[in-house]
């Protein structure tokens, strides 16, 4: 029942920022855990920042000091900020929480970076 839905992808040049949303509905309690995982063309879909309701975060190398992750737990809404855009990041952004042992998914947010 839980639904996660993206806003925020779009075009941006090298150097330039996106901030990203996700809010979760069909649910009352805090979600413990919620991420962003993305998946460029022909690559595998990897992790790129998780936070748990209590604030601790973690975030993939490649994106440490550009992409910041932040919550508001009170509507289950993650944020991505992201600064310092590289033609790397470019990929399909989905938001992701698990609940009570099954993935929850968003339907994806395109982000383009030009080179």
């Known amino acids: 029942q839980v639904q996660l839905v993206e806003s925020g992808g779009g075009l941006v040049q090298a150097g330039g920022s996106l901030r990203l949303s996700c809010s979760a509905s069909?649910?009352?309690?805090?979600?413990?855990?919620m991420g962003w995982y993305r998946q460029a063309p022909g690559k595998q879909r990897e992790m790129v920042a998780g936070?748990?309701?209590?604030?601790?975060?973690r975030y993939d190398d490649s994106v440490k000091g550009r992409l910041t992750i932040s919550r508001v737990n009170t509507k289950n809404t993650i944020y991505l900020e992201m600064n310092n855009l590289r033609h790397e990041d470019t990929a399909v952004y989905y938001c992701?929480?698990?609940?009570?042992?099954?993935?929850?998914w968003g339907q994806g947010a395109q982000v383009t970076v030009s080179s």
């Open positions: 992701h929480a698990p609940l009570r042992g099954r993935a929850c």
């Open positions: 069909g649910i009352s309690e805090s979600l413990y855990l």
């Open positions: 936070m748990t309701s209590g604030g601790n975060a």
